[in-house]
């Protein structure tokens, strides 16, 4: 009789995906379901996460990430679910709010884009930190922009709160370097998502003319991939900073736009 082993299967790598609500964090939230992740998608919409975890099987968590209690709430799901360790967090929660010049700066928009975008992110890598450094394979991932690095007319506010992101994580993998934690920064050009010019222009039409003209711009999907590739590669492999804009865009206010497209 030949001998038989029980094999225990491998555990589930697991991730916190932040404004999985809605584009890019939903796609990403749903993708890494389907590479085999066990995955807790957070935001503040609840209605929508429950249609996400009924779509997809993954955990939920209503949070606002501006909000102190609402983390530390986070974070106690976080170890309840995931017992020994997380190994991901996945910082998309964030946007834009109008396109005013600096001249006519709205500080009050301003302050609200560096609370989500910067302070969020911050306050969520502080709250998790703790858990990542526990499982000895963890991954800080931001979805910033190329907003983030490079200024356009109308855009200084958010310029300024993704600039927050970025420094944010080059500061991080600077202060964790030696540790088992990649810092990995996504920054993406056009992307054309249900809402993102809708929260920032509040017009579905001033919404709509974003895209005008413009051949594929990127899919939420297409973000997704990109997070997907970068968590899933091999732990040493560290893609710090990916700039990913679709072919009709060469730089933030540089895009080809044709009749009839
Ligand atoms: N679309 C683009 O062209 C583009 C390009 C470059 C970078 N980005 C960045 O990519 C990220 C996602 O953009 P998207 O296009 O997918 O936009 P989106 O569809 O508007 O998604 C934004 C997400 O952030 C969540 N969120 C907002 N405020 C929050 C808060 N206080 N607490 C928790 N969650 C919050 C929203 O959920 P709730 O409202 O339910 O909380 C939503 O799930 C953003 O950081 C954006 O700056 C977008």
Redesign the pocket.
């Known amino acids: 009789m030949p001998e038989t082993t029980a094999q225990t299967p491998p555990a589930r790598l697991t991730a916190v995906v932040?404004?999985?609500?809605?584009?890019?964090?939903?796609?990403t939230a749903a993708r890494l379901v389907a590479d085999g992740w066990h995955v807790l998608a957070?935001?503040?919409?609840?209605d929508?996460?429950a249609e996400l975890a009924e779509e997809t099987g993954c955990e939920v968590l209503?949070?606002?990430?501006?909000?102190d209690a609402?983390v530390e709430a986070l974070a106690e799901r976080v170890r309840a679910l995931f017992g020994p360790g997380l190994n991901a967090v996945v910082?998309?929660?964030?946007?834009?709010l109008g396109v005013e010049t600096a001249a006519e700066a709205d500080l009050e928009k301003w302050q609200r884009m560096y609370?989500?975008?910067t302070l969020?992110a911050v306050r969520v890598t502080r709250a998790l930190l703790p858990a990542l450094r526990e499982s000895g394979r963890g991954d800080l991932l931001f979805?910033?922009?190329?907003?983030?690095h490079e200024a356009y007319p109308g855009g200084s506010g958010?310029n300024a709160?993704?600039a927050g992101?970025h420094m944010l994580a080059a500061a991080l993998r600077l202060e964790l370097n030696g540790e088992k934690i990649r810092v990995i920064e996504i920054?993406?050009?056009?992307?054309?998502?249900?809402?993102?010019?809708?929260?920032?222009l509040g017009d579905s039409e001033k919404a709509d003319a974003?895209y005008d003209g413009v051949e594929n711009?990127?899919t939420?999907e297409d973000?997704a991939d990109v997070i997907s590739y970068a968590l899933n590669a091999p732990h040493h492999v560290n893609l710090d900073l990916v700039t990913v804009r679709p072919l009709a865009q060469a730089a933030a206010h540089r895009v080809a736009r044709h009749q009839g497209v």
């Open positions: 932040t404004g999985a609500s809605s584009g890019i964090g939903r796609a957070v935001a503040r919409r609840e929508r996460l209503g949070v606002d990430v501006t909000s609402s910082h998309v929660a964030g946007g834009a609370d989500i975008n969020g979805v910033t922009s190329v907003a983030g958010y709160a993704k992101e920054a993406p050009g056009m992307v054309r998502t249900e809402e993102f010019s809708l929260v920032r974003v711009p990127l939420a973000c």
